[in-house]
């Protein structure tokens, strides 16, 4: 068969599967000349070292399974010669192989000599139209024949999915590209781990969307071993081994449940390796002994101060030997895990554990409280060393680097809170939720980015525009890639689970047989996008077009808006930056007014009220009651306001919910447990996103009253707060019968229930502003106060668009001093640079440019640049109408870093 009669016969057989709706798998074409032929010949030369390689051919029988399951007839060649005459020809091959460079030569298609690139590439051989699935190596291969059997799972047209017009070449712009499992609860947790069924299906989607790394992480379902009930693999080694020399066991544990434990985490290694995916195991928990744990399931027995850390070193390397397809192990060396910081002899002995186990196994280590002596001792084992940062502390903010940490995260001199965190909450407090001084140039480690799921854990999340700038800020300074912690990981932790559906719903009918399945839009969306930030839209688009048909587009959108939503308020508005005291998703109101209110969150400044709390990014966001001030004063910052970012929010939700009307109105069938499921959880983040946008507009002008005492400004504030009441008790509402009275992701009021339960919360300091409104005189507001109201409700005023040019310096060399000019079209009145080094342990520093005309000047002195550090740099510039404004500051789309970021040569 040749190339223009297999695109004939797809289009035919794509215009008779319209119009009869029959089965694929039983469709017979019929043509005047006869039968057609429906076989597919996968031509592998197994003397080609790519093909032949174990993952590759797990990839092939993933294709060679999708295309029968379509119903066409699969032969497996070594040879072209011996396909069929009229079969269709997919030849797997490396990329380098003689076969394959011939094909990419005549179809001027390059294959770059680097890691995990691809190829499918249509052509001829040996007098044939085929189609070349390659790749560089043996994963590249996988992800080019992955594809394919994707391509033939949604489409309606096996035929049409594999009629490539254009060469396909793509390489990944992430080195590392993971996802984290996380157990965190007995009852919730238990069936997943050990569903064999489930494994196969779940480690292949994750291949087929381009993750490298699976990271099954055990022992993080508590931070401190306080009130510890549910301890299952809470300290791991005891539930998975039992280590010659010690006599180390979890009561109330079976030694049968313990070796079945180790025969699944064997198990899962082994399918995730087959697929061509790194198994990485992560160990959180070093600490043996609950305090204050009088309900504690499975304590630990048999371990004393002094047995500690050699048991640990040699459980550890015995699993490593025992689980030969374990590839790293992630750490965490700080407090939390149950050691005191500052104990590096713990330390350099558990290392051992994986310096001695006899193969390559990668370190990754969590940097809270890391310090240069822990870095120092993960070299001497002589393994590869990676340090996975936390982005945005412990939620998902907007798609860039914070460009500076919050006050409460700047190292004090002297202070120190506990043994246990004396370095984290001390003189390192700056590596808590973000890159810290990682990316120094001439750093011996890579620095992957791990995504917490703080912000968002339950609701459906993709956005492909947001996906693809965080696929590039992952590579800031040479950062290696991401790590992505999936939306379920603290569903029931801190012994809150709840046995039954862990998706949360109420109704039976939405739960998806496994829970990663709600999900599976979320990780196309993600994994595509970290592997290439320009990937062609259809890898998700024709995952929507099968479950939703013609409403496909308007739902992408509507999905894609609605996700955008809580990032905003994380970076602008973050009570706390743990995941375990904050969760927008299911926000437990904070007061206007009451300091005390039990909603108040551990690190908001004090007074502990909604006006006081700090953004994530204090350079770029003003908070709320620092912006009524500057309204007041008439002298404000460059920063983005409280109520710009309000009516960001307000057009998220707006367009959101605009094409999620339009989307359902082409819909045959809205009954469907994916579409329901769609509907429920955009209609939540447009919620929301009014909600958290009228909060900011009667934060901002409950702070004007506080300051004026202007009955007016009072009047508007509780008149926004109603309307983001309103706003919440409608999508709770729709939200009644959808999700379960109690979904627990934690044992705290703010970390469990519905969001009919943050009702009484919102109407009591709806109440008490009404109350103190009732004790204020009647009266007009002042002219200031007026103009200020009608600013705040009507959305802000314009930020003003700058015409400037500036070209930054590619490099910069160290050590000698970096020029920095730029220039205004129209003229401004002045110009500040603002610059510091790549090292969140510093601030930034402030220089005025000189002016000549319309050109500005800036030198960042020959000492500064004398650095190991990149430099970033921003300008604030005041306009000539006296406003200010912050270059190059976010794009329309706020899809850009904000900043500039220079490297040294």
């Known amino acids: 068969m040749n190339r223009r009669e297999f695109i004939q016969l797809a289009g035919s057989f794509a215009v008779l599967t319209a119009g009869q709706q029959e089965p694929l798998a039983n469709a017979r074409l019929q043509q005047k000349e006869g039968t057609v032929s429906r076989a597919i010949s996968l031509v592998a030369d197994p003397a080609d070292a790519v093909a032949s390689a174990a993952p590759a051919q797990w990839a092939a029988s993933e294709l060679e399974q999708s295309l029968s399951a379509q119903g066409l007839v699969v032969h497996r060649c070594e040879r072209l010669s011996q396909a069929g005459a009229r079969d269709f020809c997919i030849v797997v091959a490396g990329s380098k192989l003689e076969v394959a460079a011939a094909i990419l030569k005549q179809s001027r298609a390059v294959i770059v000599d680097s890691r995990e690139a691809l190829g499918l590439v249509p052509g001829r051989a040996q007098g044939r139209e085929v189609l070349l699935a390659c790749g560089s190596d043996s994963r590249g291969l996988v992800y080019a024949l992955l594809e394919l059997s994707d391509r033939v799972r949604q489409a309606a047209d096996p035929f049409a999915a594999l009629a490539f017009v254009n060469p396909i070449t793509e390489r990944p712009a992430n080195a590392v590209r993971g996802v984290m499992r996380l157990f965190a609860s007995d009852v919730e947790d238990k069936p997943w781990y050990n569903d064999r069924q489930m494994w196969p299906r779940y480690l292949t989607m994750l291949a087929t969307q381009r993750f490298n790394r699976f990271n099954l992480s055990l022992g993080l379902g508590y931070d401190f071993l306080r009130r510890v009930t549910d301890a299952y693999f809470l300290f791991p080694y005891p539930f998975l081994i039992s280590v010659p020399g010690y006599n180390v066991r979890a009561l109330q544990l079976p030694d049968s449940e313990r070796d079945c434990n180790l025969d699944i985490l064997k198990f899962i290694s082994e399918q995730t390796v087959e697929r061509g995916m790194q198994f990485q195991l992560g160990l959180w928990m070093h600490g043996y002994q609950w305090i204050d744990s009088p309900n504690a399931k499975y304590t630990i027995e048999g371990l004393t ?65 890391l310090d240069q002596t822990m870095l120092d001792n993960a070299r001497l084992t002589r393994q590869p060393i990676t340090v996975s940062p936390k982005f945005w502390a412990e939620h998902l903010g907007m798609p860039y680097h914070q460009a500076e940490i919050r006050e409460l995260e700047i190292p004090k001199a002297g202070k120190q809170t506990s043994r246990l965190m004396n370095l984290s909450e001390g003189s390192r407090s700056f590596m808590r939720y973000g890159y810290g001084d990682l990316l120094r140039e001439d750093r011996w480690w890579r620095v992957i980015h791990r995504v917490w799921p703080g912000s968002q854990r339950l609701l459906l999340w993709g956005d492909p525009l947001s996906a693809a700038a965080y696929s590039r800020a992952f590579g800031f300074c040479g950062s290696d890639g991401a790590e992505i912690m999936e939306p379920l990981s603290f569903k029931g932790r801190r012994g809150s689970g709840i046995a039954g559906d862990r998706c949360g719903y109420a109704d039976p009918a939405l739960r998806p047989h496994w829970d990663w399945e709600k999900y599976e839009y979320s990780h196309r969306v993600w994994g595509r996008l970290l592997y290439n930030a320009d990937s062609d839209p259809d890898p998700w688009r024709r995952y929507l077009r099968k479950h939703f048909g013609a409403g496909a587009t308007e739902l992408e959108e509507a999905i894609a808006s609605a996700s955008r939503i809580l990032p905003i308020v994380t970076t602008a508005h973050l009570p706390s930056a743990a995941n375990n005291n904050y969760w ?179 109407d009591r300091d709806i109440n008490a502003i009404a109350e103190k409104l009732n004790e204020i005189k009647p009266g007009q507001p002042s002219a200031p106060v007026a103009l200020v109201i009608k600013e705040v409700v009507g959305g802000g005023t314009q930020r003003e668009a700058m015409g400037y040019h500036h070209v930054p310096a590619a490099r910069f060399v160290p050590g000698r001093p970096l020029e920095i000019d730029l220039t205004f079209d129209p003229p401004v009145a002045s110009v500040n640079l603002y610059y510091r080094h790549v090292n969140q342990a510093e601030r930034f520093n402030v220089a005025m440019m000189d002016c000549r005309e319309r050109h500005y000047h800036a030198t960042i002195p020959s000492a500064y640049t004398d650095s190991a550090y990149p430099l970033q740099y921003y300008f604030e510039v005041k306009t000539a109408t006296g406003s200010k404004v912050i270059c190059p500051g976010f794009s329309k789309d706020l899809m850009n870093q904000p900043y500039i970021v220079i490297r040294p040569a």
């Open 305 to 369: 101060a002094a047995t500690h850390a050699p048991y640990c070193r040699d459980a550890l390397r015995l699993l490593l030997k025992t689980c030969p397809a374990i590839g790293g192990v992630t750490l965490r060396t700080h407090g939390e895990s149950g050691v005191d910081e500052g104990s590096y002899e713990f330390w350099r002995t558990v290392f051992e554990g994986v310096a001695t186990c006899g193969r390559q196994v990668e370190v990754d280590l969590h940097p809270k409280g």
């Open 584 to 762: 927008p998703e299911m926000y437990l109101n904070q007061s206007l007014i009451d300091s005390a209110h039990p909603a108040s969150y551990s690190d908001t400044p004090s007074p502990k009220v909604f006006g006081n709390v700090s953004p994530l990014d204090p350079q770029m966001f003003s908070r709320i009651n620092d912006f009524a001030g500057e309204m007041l004063s008439g002298e404000r910052s460059g920063k983005y306001s409280p109520v710009e970012v309000a009516q960001w929010l307000d057009d998220s939700a707006d367009a959101a919910l605009k094409h999620f009307i339009q989307g359902s109105a082409q819909l045959r069938d809205t009954q469907v447990a994916d579409y329901r499921r769609l509907a429920a959880d955009v209609s939540i983040q447009a919620g929301l996103g009014h909600f958290f946008a009228a909060k900011f507009r009667s934060g901002v002008l409950y702070r004007i009253f506080e300051k004026t005492n202007e009955r007016a400004a009072l009047e508007s504030s509780l008149e926004q707060y109603r309307i983001a009441r309103a706003a919440w008790a409608d999508f709770s509402n729709r939200a009644k019968d959808v999700y379960m009275d109690d979904v627990t992701v934690g044992e705290l009021a703010q970390l469990r229930g519905h969001w009919m339960d943050r009702l009484p919360a919102i």
